[in-house]
């Protein structure tokens, strides 16, 4: 593993990047971040009241620095946030010099775990034709990653278990 090389996980809001993550980091033995939450850590709150208070605009400028600076560490699992891919310093930082992660979903299935969430600002007062097209949109930027897993009907132990043995073999 090159010294600066982090396990990065991407993919919609509600596809697992968190508590995939932090199974993986706590079987590898290694550090987990998670974007979103230091966000919120930093910001002294949750990330629909800086949608709320400031602005997307706002969200997606810490969401960089603070994502740009997580990525200097040594060996560590990240989670980004659902839209942190789409940002091209993010995304050529990750796709230069870490291991990604793609955790790919049914639409159906991220439809359901998303609609109507108060903590997801993009996804609460979307309809569901507009969560589609979202989905598909990102999914787009998503297939960039190093590494597409498909998530649909397996456990989090096993979707863990299965980016252990690519991340070994790597």
């Known amino acids: 593993m090159k010294s600066k090389e982090n396990l990065v996980f991407l993919g919609m809001m509600g596809s697992g990047k968190s508590s995939i993550g932090l199974i993986v980091s706590k079987k590898l033995n290694i550090d987990f971040i998670d974007i979103d939450k230091e966000i919120e850590k930093k910001e002294g709150m949750p990330i629909s009241k800086i949608f ?4 997307e605009k706002y969200f997606r400028e810490i969401e960089e620095f603070i ?27 990750i796709l230069d010099n870490h291991i990604s992660f793609w955790l790919n979903w049914d639409i159906k299935t991220l439809i359901e775990r ?57």
Request: include cysteine; charge should be positive.
């Open 114 to 170: 998303i609609k109507n969430s108060s903590k997801r600002p993009i996804a609460f007062n979307s309809s569901k034709y507009e969560l589609y097209k979202l989905i598909k949109k990102r999914a787009v930027v998503y297939s960039k990653a190093m590494y597409r897993i498909d998530c649909e009907n397996h456990t989090k132990n096993q979707i863990a278990n299965n980016i252990i043995k690519i991340y070994e073999a790597h």
């Open 52 to 55: 709320e208070k400031e602005s």
């Open 67 to 93: 994502t740009l600076k997580t990525l200097k560490k040594n060996r560590t699992v990240v989670s980004l946030g659902g839209g942190a891919f789409l940002n091209k310093n993010i995304k050529k930082e």
